[in-house]
């Protein structure tokens, strides 16, 4: 089971972006698929967008496109998701989840989550 | 977009208890399901993968069922530890999408 770590806390300006680094270890990184899901305070779950690094496309919910990129850099093992014209409602905990390819449904590794806080 | 609709968005129960809570989607998702579990200011756990497969290292109390459009989790007695918020999530197609949650809180 791959382990998931990603990048520190953020405080951004409206406006700004923000991007979040997933790093994994512990396993195959290019047969995992790499997802991206938010929640803000006291909210449910929201997926964002995924990539499988090994086909290197990415994939993105409606209410994120065009604002949102998801990367994955395969000779780091890191996963990256970009998020621009940040707004206070961007503010949220961003997790990556990760899944063998073919096991629908089984997001079994979390990142420990990167609060991001969108203030003036 | 599949919707995902989440019943009940919360329950009390004692321990002991068995809770059944309901997925359905909008549109056919095969077996594609997934069940979690998050407690406050954790990630979420995965404790069902494509419908009923108990992920490993999770009490055999959870189990999962379904197919199609209606999918169920039940825990057969509930636990202190089992206090917490579930989701369920469709990974048939983009954009994956999230149940609203069922919080599960104590009687």
């Known amino acids: 089971q791959v382990q998931l770590v990603q990048s520190g806390a953020e405080v951004k300006k409206p406006g700004s972006s923000v991007k979040v680094s997933c790093k994994a270890s512990?396993?195959?990184?290019?047969?995992?698929?790499i997802t991206w899901v938010r929640q803000a305070p006291g909210q449910g779950l929201e997926w964002m967008g995924g990539?499988?690094?090994?086909?290197?496309?990415?994939n993105y919910a409606q209410e994120f496109q065009g604002r949102v990129t998801i990367t994955a850099d395969e000779s780091t093992s890191t996963a990256s998701m970009e998020l621009s014209s940040l707004r206070s409602e961007d503010t949220a905990v961003y997790y990556c989840?990760?899944?063998?390819?073919?096991?629908?449904?089984?997001?079994?590794?979390w990142g420990q989550g990167t609060l991001v806080t969108v203030s003036s | 977009a599949i919707q995902m609709t989440q019943s009940p968005s919360s329950l009390s129960a004692s321990v002991g208890d068995r809770v059944t809570i309901t997925c359905r989607a909008s549109?056919?998702?095969?077996?594609?399901l997934g069940w979690y579990q998050q407690k406050p200011g954790k990630a979420p756990k995965l404790l069902i993968y494509?419908?009923?497969s108990l992920q490993s290292g999770v009490p055999s109390r959870f189990s999962g069922s379904g197919s199609g459009t209606d999918f169920t989790l039940t825990i057969s007695s509930l636990q202190p530890e089992d206090f917490a918020t579930y989701y369920c999530?469709?990974?048939?197609?983009?954009?994956?999408?999230f149940g609203g949650g069922t919080k599960v809180e104590i009687k």
């Open positions: 989840a990760s899944r063998v390819v073919p096991k629908r449904g089984a997001f079994d590794s």
């Open positions: 512990g396993g195959t990184f290019n047969t995992y698929t």
């Open positions: 990539i499988i690094p090994i086909f290197g496309t990415a």
């Open positions: 549109q056919g998702i095969r077996n594609d």
């Open positions: 494509l419908a009923s």
């Open positions: 999530l469709q990974d048939y197609t983009y954009p994956l999408t």
